[in-house]
């Protein structure tokens, strides 16, 4: 799926952002910021990927967020007859701005120890949860210097939980600078904008600078897939929308997504979706009720979709899922 480095404004009147929303903040793609993020789900529930980390979420969840590291929320589709839209709060801050001698104080160990444990993500045990969150309430209605005390006293309280669960496995260190989310991005617009055009590993490994064989490291490291591999996934989407969604034949549409031959479309999309075009068209009545409005559309819309879909575990309590590679 897409990384995206997220530009995080600090809000009105504060040197730390902090946010409350609705379903526009669980549409954001797969992303990281350097900030630091402390994040209540307040309603809803749906799938949580944090770095190789798959989840669930769920209504008073708290999780903690290392700067730098990927993630993304979606929520499930709403059962009949629920009408309660989702909604979240964050905070996000930068550690930096502190100054390096703050994180030393000897009051303030026990949060730096916390920070650096949240590299990974983390989730609290229920009395933790309950006191961060009577803080967080307090930081909303507060202003100037007291909503900051507010903030500290949550990571206070948070790092002397009796439980943190860690999300992301002990292996999993994403380490992105700003420079490589600046490159990726810049690669990631590039295939977006040129998608169902000819696209070669040249081109694009020159919007990010770098040689060939440099550039295919670097997108499987931050990727956690190969570059070729992720176009296939964005044109095989793309073009399962098209199926969908309009009346053409299967070997147009194979040639408007991408494809140079049908029968390697035919092949590459049997592999992933376990059936052929034609049949997977079949099996959805009704499938040319909207056509698709434009091909721009279209591009934009699948590079939001996760490329292959994960089973999700029943609830993080039950069991943590580690290791999973989610693409």
């Known amino acids: 799926m897409r990384l995206v480095f997220e530009k995080v404004s600090d809000s009105e009147g504060s040197s730390f952002a902090f946010h409350r929303g609705g379903q526009e903040l669980f549409d954001c793609p797969y992303h990281m910021h350097p900030e630091v993020e402390i994040?209540?789900?307040i309603t809803g529930q749906g799938l949580l990927v944090v770095g190789d980390h798959v989840g669930r979420f769920a209504p008073g969840d708290l999780v903690l967020l290392g700067g730098g590291l990927p993630h993304i929320l979606r929520t499930d589709d709403a059962a009949p007859g629920q009408d309660t839209p989702p909604e979240l709060r964050y905070v996000q801050f930068r550690p930096a701005?502190?100054?390096?001698?703050?994180w030393d104080l000897r009051e303030m160990q026990p949060a730096a120890r916390l920070l650096t444990q949240g590299s990974r993500g983390l989730r609290f045990d229920h009395e933790a949860t309950g006191q961060a969150l009577a803080l967080l309430d307090r930081m909303w209605a507060a202003s100037g210097s007291a909503r900051l005390?507010?903030?500290?006293?949550?990571?206070?309280?948070?790092?002397?939980?009796?439980?943190?669960?860690?999300?992301?496995?002990l292996g999993y260190a994403p380490k992105v600078t700003h420079r490589d989310s600046e490159?990726?991005?810049r690669a990631m617009s590039y295939i977006s904008d040129h998608l169902t055009d000819t696209l070669t590993l040249d081109a694009v490994a020159a919007q990010a600078g770098l040689s060939r064989q440099a550039f295919s490291?670097?997108?499987?490291r931050l990727v956690g897939m190969s570059y070729l591999d992720y176009v296939l996934s964005l044109r095989l989407s793309l073009a399962r929308r098209c199926l969908l969604e309009s009346e053409k034949g299967v070997a147009e549409i194979a040639f408007q997504v991408g494809f140079n031959n049908l029968s390697n479309f035919n092949r590459q999309f049997r592999k992933v979706m376990g059936t052929?075009?034609?049949?997977?068209?079949?099996?959805?009545?009704g499938y040319a009720a909207s056509p698709v409005?434009?091909?721009?559309?279209?591009?934009?819309?699948?590079a939001m979709d996760p490329l292959v879909t994960t089973?999700?575990?029943?609830?993080?309590?039950?069991?943590?899922?580690?290791?999973?590679?989610?693409?």
Do not use: C, K, Y
């Open 39 to 41: 994040l209540h789900i």
């Open 97 to 102: 701005d502190f100054g390096e001698r703050f």
């Open 149 to 169: 005390l507010r903030m500290i006293e949550v990571l206070g309280t948070l790092a002397g939980a009796a439980q943190w669960l860690p999300m992301a496995s």
């Open 183 to 185: 490159r990726l991005n």
């Open 217 to 220: 490291r670097f997108f499987h």
């Open 276 to 285: 052929a075009p034609r049949s997977f068209r079949a099996t959805v009545p």
């Open 293 to 302: 409005s434009s091909r721009a559309t279209a591009r934009r819309s699948s």
């Open 311 to 327: 089973s999700t575990p029943p609830s993080w309590a039950a069991s943590a899922t580690r290791g999973s590679e989610v693409t």
